[in-house]
């Protein structure tokens, strides 16, 4: 059979073609009202997607520079900061806070769970200058209790900022900066937003913008105050990412549309980002009945993210067979587990540019992999499928969780 190569890997994610044709005609200079035009425009969409009425930064950078960013821009040698960490993305913010001399406190939790509220109330003390989280941790597929944090960090009148890498939580997960009460919001282009990696963008309090005028760690090129002061010109501070800028404009626009009435053809982007969220949620929960109905388990069962969905292997495989075989069968592109957990687990994401037909399609081709390499004797045909169209069928379309899984339970 021919191949179609498909990407369900959780960054970079499939791309939209509206956000391609804007990328391919961006041939402009960042210093022309033109270029000023589009990126106004962008950074005040930015702030709908988030929703926030403060200023929002776009970096030409991966998502890890808006992670340095935020270090280096909040604080300072010595500061205390308290990490929140269950994998490998919580392991970058502790790295990067010792990477600026900050002391680090860490609430951890295992792979595949997400740490108690408890524990984060009693690593929290006076001096606590920063709390870093991850919205989702991509490398398990976990959702932590972003909503939770935040209350617990108002109630307790903490000097401390709350500093989210959201960069797979946006769009799948239903946050509101301001309402949460979040101080620094990180995101991602190669992630819910289907356009190509190189753009990062952090949405900043007023709280943090205070901060920055006391801290004193060193940046330059990340330094986030002169990017602010250019971006009221529509300008940034070096030369942007011109046509990945085009293309986040012709993104949002599209995730605005997904709202669409007859009143208001171009749509609106809060009720379009909810509608996306509601999307991976969907293929999220199609996913989780399909793998549990093919007799594997979640690698996170408790807080399952709708960013991707993390798989153990059955007992004996290498999951890496699975990557493998989706890939040489059927094009289609998943992730393995990262550091320790490559071989055990294998992820398959649902954020951005995903629709039902990717998701049966998926299933499909994995009961594929699963007759071929390690049947088992219960498997049977269809039986991901029929846990998938079920969920599909039942699925009322505003289902999804708040912004912390927990305030479920
Ligand atoms: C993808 C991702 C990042 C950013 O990684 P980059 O490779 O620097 O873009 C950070 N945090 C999480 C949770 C991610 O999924």
């Not at 009148?157 to 946006?170: F, K």
């Not at 709280?207 to 005028?213: L, P, S």
């Not at 940034?236 to 669409?260: E, F, K």
């Not at 299933?363 to 219960?378: W, Y």
Request: hydrophobic share 45%; net charge positive; charged share 20%.
């Amino acid at each position: 059979m021919i191949l179609k190569t498909r990407l369900f890997t959780p960054g970079p994610t499939p791309l939209l073609p509206a956000a391609q044709f804007a990328m391919a005609a961006a041939d402009i200079h960042h210093r022309t009202p033109e270029f000023r035009a589009i990126f106004s425009r962008v950074l005040a969409q930015l702030k709908d997607f988030v929703g926030t009425t403060n200023d929002v930064i776009v970096l030409s950078s991966s998502g890890t520079g808006a992670m340095e960013a935020s270090v280096s821009n909040l604080t300072s040698p010595g500061d205390r900061v308290l990490v929140l960490s269950a994998g490998k993305f919580g392991e970058r913010w502790a790295g990067l806070a010792k990477a600026f001399g900050c002391q680090v406190d860490l609430v951890s939790a295992p792979y595949g769970e997400t740490f108690s509220l408890d524990a984060v109330k009693a690593a929290l003390r006076l001096e606590t200058r920063v709390v870093f989280m991850q919205a989702t941790e991509t490398s398990t597929g976990a959702r932590h209790c972003l909503g939770r944090v935040a209350k617990l960090l108002k109630e307790d009148n903490s000097e401390a900022l709350l500093v989210v890498d959201a960069i797979t939580g946006l769009g799948t997960t239903h946050i509101d900066m301001d309402r949460l009460g979040i101080d620094v919001l990180i995101g991602g282009s190669q992630k819910a937003v289907m356009i190509p990696p190189g753009l990062s963008y952090l949405a900043i309090s007023q709280r943090a913008w205070d901060r920055m005028e006391s801290s004193y760690n060193p940046r330059y090129y990340f330094d986030l105050r002169k990017e602010r002061k250019n971006s009221k010109n529509g300008e940034s501070a070096y030369t942007p990412s011109v046509a990945l800028i085009a293309a986040l404009g012709a993104a949002l626009d599209y995730i605005a549309h997904q709202a669409a009435t007859p009143e208001n053809p171009a749509g609106d982007l809060v009720a379009g980002r909810k509608k996306l969220v509601e999307n991976a949620e969907t293929i999220a929960a199609m996913t989780r009945a399909a793998v549990a109905a093919l007799g594997m388990k979640l690698f996170s069962p408790t807080c399952p993210a709708a960013a991707a969905t993390a798989v153990i292997a059955p007992d004996g495989v290498d999951s890496s067979v699975v990557v493998k075989e989706l890939k040489s069968r059927f094009g289609a592109i998943i992730a393995n587990g990262q550091g320790e957990m490559k071989g055990k687990i294998f992820r398959i994401a649902h954020l951005g540019y995903f629709d039902y037909l990717d998701t049966i399609a998926l299933i499909g081709a994995l009961e594929q992999v699963i007759a071929k390499s390690f049947p088992s004797p219960a498997f049977a045909f269809g039986n991901g499928l029929i846990a998938a169209q079920k969920v599909f069928a039942e699925r009322s379309p505003t289902a999804a969780a708040d912004a912390c899984c927990c305030a479920k339970k």
